[in-house]
């Protein structure tokens, strides 16, 4: 077989192929493109973030607050690292108290516009990704030149997958720092926190400020003094629903009801429903939805993750929030009155707040103000 292939392939000549090799015109190389360029020349901190740019964070925010003091900083990078975290993005802080924010182009200007509210002389300028990547660099370079590498906006403790987290519940008016409403258990096993392993867990929220999920079918335990959830299911029984809300009401509790999306909005009458609180989950579409028989008094918009969500639900007239820009508002608040918070941010401040295992909460210099979550 050797053989007869030696006689039907054809003879290679492999002393021609140096001298042809050298004959062939040099490889064209494609000029390098603006954005890598500009990556190229980068400060370390900014070259990761253009290195995590992609199809859809293709934008990036650089703001540069102009209020004195901490405080307002503190809640504008608050919502720059929550809004970074709900889109899949990054935030960075830099010196001068200035950010970058690299998410969604088309989601930016909502989030400078939410800032300006809370900081009228608030420089922003957005950039698209990576067409502008070089005027970025040069605007930013000043600002993020120390240091190297960036980090997710957001880095949660290692917890038990296993463990619920201490989702907080806060009163948020324009003009007046967010106040802890109550927190409610969500996900993982319905177990209490672990509270024997960290003394600093104790001065957390009493029985008042519980807000515990019901199963479906169950009653709301006697003496129950919290806040107890009920499925929107049980929207088609308002007998059950007024005498647990009156029972509850005896023993200085609250019953609640939902969340309800855009869909029951249009057929329910919300303003009727047997029950103290009522729990709307925010959706692009909520805005569409909203009627004049929006009780909002009795309201808690959960799944406030995004900045357009708060400033829908404020003028709406919503003062009750659950989701990840309260979480941030509630972090940034503790953060700017802890003595102990040199080197924290509100990501990891708001992370360790939200666990209910020693874990997750290690890394705290102030366990005591980290459980009672604001000043």
Known sequence: MSARLAVDMPPVAFAALPRALRAMPPPVEAPPSPGARAAASAPPRLR??????????????????????????????????????????????????????????????????????????????????????????????????????????????????????????AAITRGLPPSLLGFRLVGGAEAMPDTGSDPGFHPGPGPQDLWQDLRPGNAPPPGFSGTALVSPVLVAEPAILAIWRDRLAADGGRLAIGPFGPAELRWLDLAAIPAHLLLLHWSQALPDAYGPNLPTDRIVLTGADRPEALAWGLGAGIGAYAGTVVDALLAARRLAACPAAHGCDAGACAARAAATTAAGRAGCANPVLLARWAP
């Open 48 to 169: 990761a973030l253009l290195a995590a740019s992609g199809a859809v964070c293709d934008g990036m925010l650089l703001l540069r607050p102009a209020a004195a003091g901490p405080g307002v900083p503190r809640l504008l990078r608050a919502l720059a690292e929550a809004h970074a975290l709900a889109h899949g993005g990054h935030a960075l802080a830099g010196l001068g108290q200035a950010l970058l924010v690299l998410a969604p182009a088309a989601g930016l200007p909502g989030l400078a516009a939410e800032m300006r509210l809370l900081d009228p002389g608030l420089d922003s300028r957005l950039f698209r990704l990576p067409a502008e990547s070089g005027a970025l660099v040069a605007a930013a370079a000043p600002w993020f030149s120390a240091g190297s590498g960036a980090r997710p906006a957001a880095t949660p403790q290692a917890d038990s997958q296993a463990a619920p987290r201490r989702e907080p519940i």
